[in-house]
């Protein structure tokens, strides 16, 4: 096959930016694999092939060959010679690089500096098995440098990263997969502004992005190394053994990125936009009189700027920039939890995959909707908004009483560009944050993930981990919303990475030790709010408090309802959990009886325990006799203001059991106009 070069964009390294984790984000290799070799290992493959020996030297210059000859299960992505010699030759003569030839002593393969060869042999190595067919469509591959590329088959190619392409594919060695590649494939060390400005087709918002300095707010890669705590495990039965509180020590570089939806000049055309002047003029009539459902402004008495002090951070431009940026870096197939990217607990037929972000315009959110039916099932709007969401007026459905409002700011996945640290995103129209937002988009049951909470876990790269489906150690000091009560050696935070748990999405953060901790809420509108949390009812389940308050203070504190038992039986009275599936009524009798003590049935939009694909008898609101079952926990009914931080604190009560863990899997809130509707009632879903 003919081996194209191609010319890269924004391809340069830079070491200085690119520290190496010496724990990375993907798995490292199962040793329980360890045998004698007797075919080919992806190494031997590399080594006799010709055409590799520039990326054999690289692997070799960092011991990266030796892995490749051991044990493990890896996909590694060789580039030849001639791809390899193209890069070395951009990166010499970069005239943009932070560092003069970003750091290399001359233009050759020695050239380049230690760091620089293991990172370019971390980028090309994932733990993961990436055949040819497992890279159809788009996505994102996850490297042992703890960033992952993207790939793309559209074109009837795969191309990796937007410039390497597979020319030889799926060769199988005894530990792996070997792919051979055209080209290196790119990773840029530019950031965002650098990226944006340098890309003519986005010159307003990026004229913006500056004028406002909220660019440097975008510059933060990293957090450091933090220590981290692994729980020991039993290896007969898998469980944590009574006195194995926890276990290995090791430390983590805790990643930092962010993500960015951005209009195109011409999107911006579209709507009358043809100059910085004309945004600036935009901005001002979006936000100038935005006290009128911006309730943080009104409530801290903050004057909204149309002032020319773009950097005030409530001048109204400033304010339009903010909206359009996130804390973690998300590619386009992980703003939600799609359907068909695991093999477990997938979705109900007509649930749609959804989540919600706190943006950098303070104290305020954006929802990421990806809604079934629409398109080819694969688009994603922010802002959605339809009448009555998460309200029906038909049993056991999601109703007919929905009436399309706004069909919100499509994300035009298929253009995602990077920078350095984060993803950026066109979007298709104008993202604001109007008043349909807090009054309209907000005014529903609003389910909050984990990984949507703690921002930190999509920068660790365990929110694209896959079917991973093991615990994995997270330092204490990770999150930036999360307080700790107590230094206490026995409190360890474990992430149960996507796999056959009880969980929305698949996923959940645990809690281990003598915890006494509090998170903050996301910022939603001023109002009552219903706070549920969602538990799987077992024997080595905790006894804790719950308490809500107005700062991460103890002494603003406040206890939220009394003390939960999460060891409970499902069909103790307390409870009341009845089989709707034999229930005339499907449940809603027992639905009304078990929420007036508090509880509710788990969702109907996911699955039970331990099946692979939906089914309308074991979603976690139906599934029944089995022993597994996800409940839902009332904690109260308490007002919520957008004008102050809301924190969210649990104590354990039984601080002798070290391995009885609290779970946090998803939080809801619930406004109580929506409990209270006279017209409809709450969906199951």
Same mark, same amino acid.
């Given at each position: 096959?003919?081996?194209?070069?191609?010319?890269?964009?924004?391809?340069?390294?830079?070491?200085?930016?690119?520290?190496?984790?010496?724990?990375?984000? *993907?798995?490292?290799?199962?040793?329980?694999?360890?045998?004698?070799?007797?075919?080919?290992?992806?190494?031997?493959?590399?080594?006799?092939?010709?055409?590799?020996?520039? !990326?054999?030297?690289?692997?070799?210059?960092?011991?990266?060959?030796?892995?490749?000859?051991?044990?493990?299960?890896?996909?590694?992505?060789?580039?030849?010679?001639?791809?390899?010699?193209?890069?070395?030759?951009?990166?010499?003569?970069?005239?943009?690089?932070?560092?003069?030839?970003?750091?290399?002593?001359?233009?050759?393969?020695?050239? $380049? &500096?230690?760091?620089?060869?293991?990172?370019?042999?971390?980028?090309?190595?994932?733990?993961?098995?990436?055949?040819?067919?497992?890279? +159809?469509?788009?996505?994102?591959?996850?490297?042992?440098?703890?960033?992952?590329?993207?790939?793309?088959?559209?074109?009837?190619?795969?191309?990796?990263?937007?410039?390497?392409?597979?020319?030889?594919?799926?060769?199988?060695?005894? *530990?792996?997969?070997?792919?051979?590649?055209?080209?290196?494939?790119?990773?840029?060390?530019?950031?965002?502004?650098?990226? $944006?400005?340098?890309?003519?087709?986005?010159?307003?918002?990026?004229?913006?992005?500056?004028?406002? /300095?909220?660019?440097?707010?975008?510059?933060?890669? +990293?957090? /450091? @190394? $933090?220590?981290?705590?692994?729980?020991?495990?039993? *290896?007969?039965?898998?469980?944590?053994?009574?006195?194995?509180?926890?276990?290995? &020590?090791?430390?983590? @570089?805790?990643?930092?990125?962010? &993500?960015?939806?951005?209009?195109?000049?011409?999107?911006?055309?579209?709507? =009358?936009?043809?100059?910085?002047?004309?945004?600036?003029?935009?901005?001002?009539?979006?936000?100038?009189?935005?006290?009128?459902?911006?309730?943080?402004?009104?409530?801290?008495?903050?004057?909204?700027?149309?002032?020319?002090?773009?950097?005030?951070?409530?001048?109204?431009?400033?304010?339009?920039?903010?909206?359009?940026?996130?804390?973690?870096?998300?590619?386009?197939?992980?703003?939600?939890?799609?359907?068909?990217?695991?093999?477990?607990?997938?979705?109900?037929?007509?649930?749609?995959?959804?989540?919600?972000?706190?943006?950098?315009?303070?104290?305020?959110?954006?929802?990421?909707?990806?809604?079934?039916?629409?398109?080819?099932?694969?688009?994603? !709007?922010?802002?959605?908004?339809?009448?009555?969401?998460?309200?029906?007026?038909?049993? =056991?459905?999601?109703?007919?009483?929905?009436?399309?409002?706004?069909?919100?700011?499509?994300?035009?996945?298929?253009?995602?560009?990077?920078?350095?640290?984060?993803?950026?995103?066109?979007?298709?129209?104008?993202?604001?944050?109007?008043?349909?937002?807090?009054?309209?988009?907000?005014?529903?049951?609003?389910?909050?993930?984990?990984?949507?909470?703690?921002?930190?876990?999509?920068?660790?790269?365990?929110?694209?981990?896959?079917?991973?489906?093991? %615990?994995?150690?997270?330092?204490? !000091?990770?999150?930036?919303?999360?307080?700790?009560?107590?230094?206490?050696?026995?409190?360890?935070?474990?992430?149960?990475?996507?796999?056959?748990?009880?969980?929305?999405?698949?996923?959940?953060?645990?809690?281990?030790?003598?915890?006494?901790?509090? !998170?903050?809420?996301?910022?939603?509108?001023?109002? *009552?709010?219903?706070? %549920?949390?969602?538990?799987?009812?077992?024997?080595? /389940?905790?006894?804790?408090?719950?308490?809500?308050?107005?700062?991460?203070?103890?002494?603003?504190?406040?206890?939220?309802?009394?003390?939960?038992?999460?060891?409970?039986?499902?069909?103790?009275?307390?409870?009341? $959990?009845?089989?709707?599936?034999?229930?005339?009524?499907?449940?809603?009798?027992?639905?009304?009886?078990?929420?007036?003590?508090?509880?509710?049935?788990?969702?109907?939009?996911?699955?039970?325990?331990? @099946?692979?694909?939906?089914?309308?008898?074991?979603?976690?609101?139906?599934?029944?006799? +089995?022993?597994?079952?996800?409940?839902?926990?009332?904690?109260?009914?308490?007002?919520?203001?957008? /004008?102050?931080?809301?924190?969210?604190?649990?104590?354990?009560?039984?601080?002798?059991?070290?391995?009885?863990?609290? =779970?946090?899997?998803?939080?809801?809130?619930?406004?109580?106009?929506?409990?209270?509707?006279?017209?409809?009632?709450?969906?199951?879903?």
């Amino acid at each position: 096959m003919k081996r194209v070069l191609r010319s890269p964009l924004y391809i340069v390294h830079c070491a200085l930016y690119m520290s190496v984790a010496l724990v990375s984000c *993907n798995p490292e290799p199962d040793e329980s694999d360890l045998y004698t070799f007797t075919g080919e290992t992806i190494e031997s493959y590399i080594a006799k092939d010709s055409t590799l020996t520039s !990326f054999n030297y690289i692997l070799s210059r960092v011991g990266y060959d030796a892995m490749m000859a051991a044990y493990g299960h890896y996909t590694c992505f060789a580039p030849v010679n001639e791809g390899v010699a193209f890069y070395i030759d951009s990166l010499y003569n970069d005239a943009e690089a932070l560092i003069p030839h970003n750091g290399m002593t001359e233009n050759s393969l020695e050239g $380049l &500096t230690d760091s620089l060869c293991m990172v370019i042999a971390r980028f090309h190595i994932t733990n993961e098995y990436k055949n040819l067919v497992s890279m +159809t469509g788009d996505g994102q591959v996850p490297t042992m440098l703890g960033y992952e590329f993207p790939y793309d088959s559209s074109t009837g190619e795969t191309v990796l990263g937007g410039k390497a392409t597979i020319i030889e594919s799926d060769k199988e060695a005894v *530990n792996g997969l070997l792919h051979i590649l055209d080209n290196v494939i790119p990773r840029t060390s530019h950031f965002t502004d650098y990226i $944006l400005d340098h890309n003519p087709d986005f010159s307003i918002f990026a004229q913006a992005l500056k004028m406002t /300095g909220l660019c440097d707010s975008l510059l933060q890669t +990293t957090k /450091g @190394e $933090l220590e981290f705590k692994q729980l020991l495990r039993d *290896n007969v039965s898998g469980s944590i053994p009574p006195a194995a509180g926890v276990g290995t &020590t090791g430390k983590m @570089e805790i990643k930092v990125g962010y &993500t960015v939806f951005a209009e195109s000049d011409a999107v911006m055309a579209k709507n =009358g936009i043809n100059s910085i002047a004309d945004l600036i003029k935009y901005a001002n009539e979006q936000y100038g009189k935005s006290a009128e459902w911006y309730d943080y402004v009104s409530e801290n008495n903050i004057q909204v700027s149309t002032g020319d002090d773009y950097t005030n951070r409530f001048n109204a431009l400033n304010m339009f920039v903010a909206y359009h940026l996130l804390k973690g870096r998300m590619a386009a197939n992980q703003l939600v939890f799609e359907k068909g990217t695991s093999q477990y607990w997938n979705f109900a037929p007509d649930a749609s995959p959804y989540d919600y972000y706190e943006t950098m315009l303070p104290h305020t959110m954006l929802k990421v909707w990806e809604p079934v039916g629409v398109g080819n099932g694969r688009q994603l !709007f922010i802002n959605r908004y339809q009448t009555f969401n998460t309200l029906t007026d038909e049993l =056991g459905t999601q109703g007919s009483n929905h009436t399309l409002v706004r069909e919100g700011v499509k994300v035009d996945r298929a253009n995602t560009f990077e920078s350095t640290n984060a993803y950026i995103h066109p979007v298709t129209s104008m993202l604001v944050y109007d008043e349909m937002v807090p009054r309209g988009v907000f005014n529903e049951r609003m389910r909050v993930n984990c990984t949507s909470l703690f921002p930190e876990l999509i920068d660790m790269g365990y929110r694209a981990l896959g079917d991973n489906g093991g %615990r994995l150690g997270v330092p204490k !000091f990770a999150f930036d919303n999360v307080n700790y009560y107590e230094e206490d050696p026995y409190i360890c935070m474990a992430y149960c990475a996507r796999g056959a748990w009880r969980c929305w999405q698949a996923d959940q953060m645990q809690f281990w030790g003598r915890y006494d901790f509090a !998170f903050k809420l996301p910022s939603v509108p001023t109002g *009552n709010y219903e706070i %549920r949390v969602v538990y799987a009812p077992m024997s080595y /389940g905790s006894f804790m408090q719950y308490y809500i308050g107005t700062s991460k203070n103890v002494a603003d504190m406040r206890p939220l309802g009394l003390p939960f038992d999460a060891t409970i039986d499902v069909e103790d009275p307390r409870v009341g $959990l009845t089989n709707c599936n034999e229930e005339e009524d499907q449940g809603i009798a027992s639905d009304i009886a078990m929420h007036n003590r508090n509880y509710m049935r788990g969702p109907h939009s996911y699955c039970g325990h331990g @099946e692979s694909g939906y089914s309308a008898d074991n979603s976690a609101r139906t599934e029944f006799g +089995t022993g597994s079952y996800t409940i839902r926990y009332v904690l109260g009914t308490v007002e919520l203001k957008q /004008g102050r931080e809301n924190w969210l604190r649990i104590k354990t009560l039984n601080d002798q059991q070290l391995t009885n863990p609290v =779970g946090l899997d998803f939080v809801e809130l619930v406004p109580t106009s929506v409990l209270d509707n006279q017209q409809y009632s709450e969906d199951w879903y």
